[in-house]
Structure formats: structure tokens, C-alpha cells
């Protein structure tokens, strides 16, 4: 099944493969009924609030907010010294890049932000692999903040029975440490194409098009994401699902827009992905039932105990690995019941691994890699030496201090 | 060459974002006004699979062609590419054919002009102080692997010769040298 969502015949959608996989499963007796329900019980509240903030993250994109972004990027890069446009335009790319993808997840990042930047780029005149890979590279790391930045997160956030708040007090540092990690080490990996600032350079004008115009911040939608991100601390602390917030700050944009006439409602039902949601309930099923059934006893022992330093680190780094072999979801799906017993620091360095590990390899796991090359009959092959050694320069990197930065975290605000 | 002056007759610029006026003004500048001059930029497909990457990180999710980001970036490149090799072509003023060339920009670039008589580059890489790290490493590629004349500018005025770091203060030790033990 884990080959199918990677090779997808015929472009086939992932759920075609994964349901039935399921219900073979619970009919062989491979999982018990009751217990497919009671994991089908907790993933569907996750898988709400991931539909949520895809339908969120589809409506900002509609109103405008990433052409504003990119707009924003372009002004706040140009200055009086040409030379320092492309350096400028990166630490715009990072601030934005991060912000997008702890608020409205990483497919907001590759899907709906990876395009605006390498526009804002050519706008500029500058080089955009430094900030396209930029993109890249924090739509993975810097999704370690809050539940809602990555489906991993969503899921832990589950076991791991923290608050909304907590959650995102725990993430804070570590967010910030992976953040700045990649930031120092794209600094120097791409020196290069950032030194070339053309002194002579003048705005193209010709480059105006009209989707290049300033269309201005949308300030409503942005008072919506604000007021939900808000809601889910609010709620969660009241014991309310911060799902039903998402929900409602979906529904206030799509009621908004609908009414407008600004998107269509297929189009809302297309942005939940209901193939996809399918998708992750199955594969949840599918994880439990080959982990009960002798995987979860296979990787036990490799897996420490407790939440000192030296067993953080180990966990991370196990999580990375297993990410990086398969991909995030199954791995996630795997150690997340392994871990939830050593307490909720555990389940975060799972994430500190599954979240940054990732960058090792282009297409989040070797297993996508494999049949992407297989795939490629024409053309060059992509140059994957330059990718994975940023990936080796900043993964390992964000992973020690990420975890050092949780230990001090748990330390000071108790896991 | 048969003629019996050194006249240029094919001179390549190899136009690359952020450095590509320099190249045009040296050629403009320095090659002689009847040359056959030949715009030349290469999109290198790696910033879009990159994207393509991302997307099929994506488990389970990057399944719609028309969603990947790797995909809107390709089409962008080729415009930003056009639109470039447009604005050289006005800036050189000039009769000119423009190439544009999809692959790795350092082999498309030695590639495409091995049989010109003369290609500009830019320098790109520190450009606060002379030395080695004035070239990016793919322009170092093309330098050290023309098969060409290549003509290679600075895009601004370059620095000073006093930025050349002092040669060491002790020359080395001879290489064989029966050492006496000290003291």
C-alpha cells in the first residue's frame, strides 16, 4: 500500500489502494473492528481540522494574501543598495515562509507560496534558487510550532494530550532553533547567488504584469487567520476541539467568498482533498494493524525511554530515519505509540525528527526519490548531489539543537 | 581566423540575472561593432524540481499535475528567461540572435559557445576584494573549461589591488633539510 501512494498507477488517488487495504485488514482479522473504530475515532477530529485549515489556507490564497506577501517581499527588498537585494529577499522569504507554514500548514508553503517567491525573485532580478530552496527546505522545519503546521503535528498533538498553548510554548525555541540553523547555513551555502546584486540594475517595467499588481494586504482575511489562531489557544485551554475553530474560520472566509462569488463551491470541496482524508484514515488503520501485529515490537527496542537528553536525541534521530526510509506519515503513524508512553516530550522529538528530517532527501523520502528517478525517462536527471548537501549541513544541525533547545524547554515549562 | 586583423567575428554573452548589463556593456565596449553577437542564457531545471520535489513530498497529496508548484515555475522561468534575453538584446542595440538553453548551466554555456570567437562572463561570486572567490562556482566551471576565448568582467568597478591578502611573511622551509637537533 505504501508502494501505491508512492507510485500512484495512473494517477490513481492514494485512498483507491488505502481503503481497500483497510478493510481487507479488519475482514482477515489482521485488527480488530473495534479497535479500527476507536483509531478511526481519534483520527477523524485530526482529519477535520487538517480539511479545515486546507479550505483556509485556499480561501487566503483566493483573497490574496500571497500576492501581498510577495508584493510586500519585492517592496521591503528593494533598497538603496542594489547589492544586498538577493540577502534582503531572503530573510523576507524566511520570515514569510515560516510564518505561512506554522500558520496554515507546509501544503500552504510548496502549494500556494513557492510560486510567489520565485516570481518575486524574477521580479527582482535575482537568483531564486537560494530562495526557492528556501521554501523547500522551511515548509519541512519550520513546521515544528504549532498543531496545525503539519499533519505529523496534528497527530501527535492527539497522543500527546498537550494544549494548544502548551504545545506551541514546548515548539517555540525548537521552531526557532531549526529556523535560524537554516538560515545561517543558506547564508553561506549560497553565497554566491546572493552576492549578485546588480548596482546598475532599475525596475523592470515591462516585468509589471497583472498579477504582479499590489493588490493591497487582505485585511479581513488576515483578521480571520489571526482571530482563528487565537480561537484554537482559547479553546483548546477550554477544552473545546481547536478543530471546530478552524472550521468556523473556514466557514466565515467560504461564506465570504462564496457570497462574493470570488470561488466556486466545488472549488472548496476540491481544496479538502476528501480522496486524501480518506487516505490518511486508512493508512492509519493500516499502520495500526501491522504495528500491533509485530512491527511495534520490532522497533520497541530501538526506540529509548524517558526524556533525558541522550534518549531525545536517539528518538529524533530514529524518527528522522525512519521518515526519511518510508516518509513522515507512516513513520509518525508508527512511533507515535511507541513514544506516547515516555510523556509528551517524547512525542515532540518524534516530530523534531519526522519534521526536519525530511530535508535530507528532495522528495521527503528515499522511497519517493526511487521511483521519481525510475520515472524520469527524459531529460537530465536533477542534481541531487547540491540538495542533499544542504540537507546534510542543515538537517543534522537542526536536529541536535532542536532537541537540546525541547530539553531546555521541558525543563523550564514542564512536558 | 583567415582574416589578417584580429576582428572578432562571433562573440557570445552569456547573460545571467544580476550581472547580465556588465556583460553587455563590456561587449559593447570592447568587441569590435561588426561581430555577429549572440545573446545566450541557460534555465537550469533544478529550482523547479525542486518544487516538483516538495510537491511529491506531499504524501499522499501531490497527486494533481496541475497543482505542483514545480510545474507554475517552469512556465515562469521560460518567461523570465524571454523577458531577460529581450532586455539584453535592447540594451546591446544591436543585431543579435538570442539562445536560450534548458539544461546544467555550466556544461550549456561551455557547450553552446566552443565554437565562438570570444564569450563574456561575468564575475558573480565575493566581489569585495580580488581572488578566487570572485567567481560563483559555476562561472569558475566555464572558466576553467571554454573551449573559447572568454573575455571575464567585473559587473561594477573592482576593488582595489590592496584587497589581494599579503603574501605569507616566511617563505616555506626548503623540502630536505638535515635539521640539526635544537639547542
Known sequence: MLAWAVIRPRGWPEAVAAAPAAVILIAAGAIPAGAAGSEARQLGPVIGFLAAILVLAHLCDDDGLFRACGAWMARSSAGPSRRAVPRRLLVQVFVIASVTTAVLSLDATVVLLTPVVFATAARLEVR??????????????????????????????????????????????????????EYVVFGRFFAADLNTGDLNALPRRDRARADDEDTGLPVFTVIVVVLTLAGFAGASAAGVNPAWVAFAGAVVLAVRALVRRRVAPASLVRAADLPFLLFVLSLGIVVKAVTDNGLGRALAPLLPGGTSLPALLATAALAAALANVCNNLPAVLVLLPLAAPSGAGAVLAVLLGVNIGPNLTYTGSLATLLWRRILRHHGSSPDLGEFTRLGLLTVPAGLVIGVLALWAGLHALGG | MTDSDTQLRSVYIWVCEGTWRASVDAALSLAPADARFTLLHVTSPDVPDAAHGAYAGLFGRGHRAADDPGTRLEKMAATSASDLLKAAAARLGRRCERLEVQGRPERAVVAASADADLLVVARDGDRTRLGPKSLGKITRFVVDHAACPVLLVWPEPAPDVATIPPPPHHPPPPPHHPSPPDR
Open chain 1, 128 to 181: 531564486a534558487r537560494p530562495h526557492v530552496y528556501a521554501c523547500t527546505h522551511l515548509a519541512n522545519s519550520a513546521s515544528l510550532l504549532l498543531p496545525v503546521s503539519n499533519l505529523t503535528n496534528l497527530l501527535a498533538f492527539a497522543a500527546s494530550g498537550l494544549a494548544f498553548g502548551h504545545f506551541a510554548a514546548l515548539m517555540a525555541v525548537p521552531w526557532l532553533a531549526a529556523i535560524g540553523v
